[in-house]
């Protein structure tokens, strides 16, 4: 029974392929974070990139490292692994704190005004090439953590005191969405259209 929080895990493509739980050594760090939700009554719903199914015929996609992965994820009891014809955006509003790395998922979570954890393994890599749209450094938007255990360390903070976690980067978040949305009245039009 989930009474606590639903966490959202939505990480961007990569050029090799593989895009969950990128520096992931082996299936004990699964258990050991699904072990930790159990205990939080909590859950993470995930979903691999749109480029990663087979419904998309990537052909440099090594599936075979995904589908090992899927089994893993697939035998844990607090961590939902979405197929392909799930849509994000039905999904995003009722997560309570996004991790995810430099996808677009996040700017659309900003609207939420609820916290962001920036899980980036491959960070120097990344940046490098294909490179990043704004500079992480300058926006402070989101706890970041560049490996799993610091994944693990972070979500112990979220658990133990959500208000806190969220508030801390809360006025960055208010900036970078500003800097996202910079016609707020755009979603006022729309809402009046569909009602």
Do not use: M
């Not at 255990?149 to 969405?177: A, G």
């Amino acid at each position: 029974e989930i009474k606590g929080k639903t966490i959202g895990y939505f990480p961007t493509w990569r050029q090799e392929g593989y895009d969950l739980f990128y520096d992931l050594k082996s299936k004990n760090q699964l258990i050991q974070l699904n072990d930790l939700l159990k205990r939080k009554k909590s859950l993470i719903v995930t979903k691999h990139h749109s480029n990663i199914f087979r419904e998309d015929n990537f052909t440099s996609l090594d599936i075979k490292k995904v589908d090992l992965l899927d089994k893993e994820l697939n035998k844990l009891s607090n961590i939902i692994n979405l197929d392909y014809h799930i849509d994000l955006n039905s999904i995003l509003s009722h997560c309570d704190l996004l991790i995810s790395d430099y996808s677009g998922a996040i700017a659309d979570f900003l609207l939420s005004q609820k916290p962001i954890l920036l899980y980036t393994p491959d960070f120097k890599k990344y940046n490098a090439r294909p490179g990043l749209n704004f500079n992480y450094n300058t926006f402070k938007f989101g706890h970041q953590a560049y490996n799993f255990d610091q994944l693990l360390v972070y979500l112990n903070l979220y658990f133990n005191n959500s208000q806190k976690f969220s508030k801390k980067y809360l006025k960055n978040r208010k900036k970078i969405e500003d800097l996202f949305f910079l016609e707020k009245t755009c979603f006022k039009r729309i809402l009046n259209q569909i009602n």
